[in-house]
């Protein structure tokens, strides 16, 4: 069985985390290696005005940047789908091909980060209460006593014991890691920036973002948030708003790596306030929220609607400054 020691992606004082953040940063520090770059293009921003889905269904961020984190530091990652829907998996046609590939893994001394559910996991808040999508480390498999073991950094869990049948029907995705060579542009911090600032190919520019968030506060202002059913609604809605919050606080780290490589003072100033428009947003969210179950009032949409514009009046201005550094 491996020794991965569970690590959390991000201290804050707010509770916004996610699994797979937490399980690369634990994946990346057991290899010893740095992750951050991946998260060079967290706050760009999109939004599809012209949708007709609700309001916080119409905001993009983009993927973790896996492309760079195979570039910069060396780790390569395979993410696969399994023939799954639903909370069990369709068919047993690759279970075992599946097992296979994690006892090759694992042999080799490489840990697998699997899909998972939450219902059927006992150390989570949502055991035998909710279905919701996770992630876990495969860390070893006890064919004899037909168990695997898992880390589960999001919980700071190590080493939990899972029934192999059970896991094997409701895991339905897993991604492979590999190690690679490092770019030997690591050390180019200016062009990393310039790649974090500027149009690239289908991405937008972090000046388009600006004005994508405030086409997304004035349709708050008009519309605020939706919530028909309380239970499914809020949890999702929640879920949604703490993207907000999560990109900043993927940004910031971004902005903090560039810190240590440049030793520009700027950045880490800069960093902070990153985290500071994290807890803004993440203030937002609990607002908006708390205006929905109070009767959606025009009068506390407008309160919020200004929240927002200095919010993203603080973004722009930190995108000025980053742009005076690249």
């Known amino acids: 069985m491996l020794d ?10 707010f509770q916004v985390t996610s699994c797979i953040d937490d399980h690369f940063k634990t994946v990346s520090n057991w290899l010893g290696r740095d992750m951050r770059t991946m998260y060079a293009d967290a706050c760009v921003f999109e939004y599809d005005a012209d949708s007709q889905q609700l309001l916080l269904d119409r905001i993009v961020y983009p993927r973790l940047n896996l492309s760079y984190l195979d570039t910069y530091h060396g780790i390569q990652v395979d993410f696969r789908d399994r023939d799954f829907s639903g909370t069990m998996l369709n ?12 006892q090759s893994e694992l042999g080799a001394g490489m840990a697998v980060l699997v899909g998972i559910d939450v219902y059927y996991c006992p150390w989570s808040d949502g055991y035998l209460k909710t279905h919701a999508r996770h992630s876990c480390l495969a860390v070893g498999i006890d064919l004899k006593d037909q168990k695997i073991m898992l880390v589960d950094a999001y919980y700071g869990q190590k080493n939990m014991e899972m029934e192999l049948q059970l896991f094997l029907n409701i895991s339905f995705y897993y991604a492979i890691f590999r190690i690679t060579d490092p770019c030997s542009f690591h050390n180019d911090w200016k062009g990393l920036l310039s790649s974090s600032l500027y149009e690239q190919t289908g991405v937008p520019t972090m000046q ?3 004005r994508n968030l405030e086409q997304f506060a004035e349709a708050y202002l008009k519309e605020g948030i ?17 993207k907000f919050s999560m990109a900043r606080l993927r940004y910031a780290s971004f902005i903090f790596y560039l810190h240590e490589r440049s030793q520009e003072n700027m950045f880490h100033t800069i960093g902070g306030q990153y985290l500071e428009l994290a807890r803004r947003w993440d203030a937002v969210m609990h607002q908006s929220i708390k205006c929905c179950f109070s009767g959606n009032a025009l009068s506390q949409r407008q309160k919020i609607y200004n929240k927002m514009l200095f919010i993203i009046q603080h973004e722009s201005d930190l995108l000025n400054q980053l742009q005076d550094l690249a």
């Open 4 to 13: 991965i020691q569970p690590l959390k992606s991000f201290d804050t004082p």
């Open 91 to 102: 068919s047993n046609e690759d279970e075992k091909p599946f097992l296979d590939m994690l």
């Open 208 to 210: 388009n973002s600006i």
């Open 226 to 242: 939706v919530i028909s059913d309380p239970k499914m609604d809020t949890q999702h809605a929640i879920f949604q708003w703490m």
